[in-house]
C-alpha cells in the first residue's frame, strides 16, 4: 500500500509563513503530478497548486505570487512554501499524488490525511 505523509502544518499569524511538506511511502512505480488541495469547513475541497513530473506548475488565482510548489523527483517530496499568509488561507490542507504501486497497473489518484493550518491573529 501506498501512504502520503504530510508535515508542517500549524498556526500562524497573519503576513506569517508555513512550508508544507509530503512523501509517499510504499511500492512506487511511476510518480505523476503532485498537488497540494485544501478545504475549509463547509465548503468544497480545491486546488492549490500542482507540479508535474516535468515541473510544471499551476495555482489557484488566490494563491499566486504568495506561495510556491516544488518537488525533489530524487526523494518523491513535493513541498508548499507558503507565505503572506491569509486568515482565508485557513484550511486543512491535502497532499495529493498520481502515482502507479509496482504491480497494480495503471496510476491512480492518492491523498494524505490531510494538515491543519490556521492562520490567526
Known amino acids: 500500500q501506498v501512504q502520503l505523509v504530510e508535515s508542517g502544518g500549524g498556526l500562524v499569524q497573519p503576513g506569517g509563513s508555513l512550508r508544507l511538506s509530503c512523501a509517499p511511502s510504499g511500492s512506487i512505480f511511476s510518480l505523476y503530478t503532485m498537488g497540494w488541495y485544501r478545504q475549509a469547513p463547509g465548503k468544497q475541497r480545491e486546488l492549490v497548486a500542482r507540479?508535474?513530473?516535468?515541473?510544471?506548475?499551476n495555482y489557484a488565482d488566490s494563491v499566486k505570487g504568495r506561495f510556491t510548489i516544488s518537488r525533489d523527483n530524487t526523494k518523491n517530496t513535493v513541498s508548499l512554501q507558503m507565505n503572506n499568509l491569509k486568515p482565508e488561507d485557513t484550511s486543512v490542507y491535502y497532499c495529493n499524488a498520481f502515482l502507479e504501486v509496482i504491480g497494480l497497473g495503471l496510476p491512480r489518484d492518492y491523498w494524505g490525511q490531510g494538515t491543519q493550518v490556521t492562520v490567526s491573529a
Open positions: 507540479i508535474t513530473i516535468e515541473g510544471s506548475t
